[in-house]
């Protein structure tokens, strides 16, 4: 059922459906994947391609949902009752340049997902996440480092946080060398309106992805 809906979402956006399409490894160890690596699909997704609201889409592929982290002053605490749950993930092409456009297109995600009765996307409940990738260059037709923020449960909070990356990397910048913007993954804190760092970004051969044997 879960690669239906996905294929519902592929066709919907004009995207294409793989003839062939397998699971892999995804290895790294985290507190809320301890089994040290997840299910989910590298070379071989099963849409891709596609546009939604004129934004290029490159893949949508699904991979297994991961236990949720809280935290609290002193210790964390680690729920894995949607551990193993089937997910989709949708990934843009970096064609996006604003925090309203992001927004924008969030939000038409949302609305696409609940017409076509594959999720009620309700943010608020975890059925739907948004994370930001953001890169800021000089060069229009270069990319700068990346930096990721996860797990974030609003639109506006989406938008707020890609406005504040947008401010704290062009200040990294604007201070010259020895301020470089370092390629990680990063938390938003809704009550402190800010950006903090998680854990240093890993690439995808950093991941050691191979086919699931399963």
Known sequence: KAVENVIKVGLAVGANIANFTEFDRKNYFYPDIPKAYQISQYKFPIVSGGKLKGIDITRVHLEEDTATSKHDKGFSLVDFNRAGVPLMELVTEPVIHSSKEAGDFGRELQILLRYLGVSEANMDKGQMRVELNISISEDPNVLGTKVEVKNI??????????????????????????????????????????????????NANDYRYFPDPD
């Open 153 to 202: 449960n609003s639109f506006r909070a989406m938008e707020r946080a890609a406005e504040y990356e947008i401010i704290r990397m062009t200040e990294l910048l604007d201070a010259g060398k020895g301020n470089e913007i370092v390629q990680e993954t990063r938390g938003w804190d809704e009550n402190k309106q800010s950006t903090f760092s998680q854990r240093s970004k890993e």
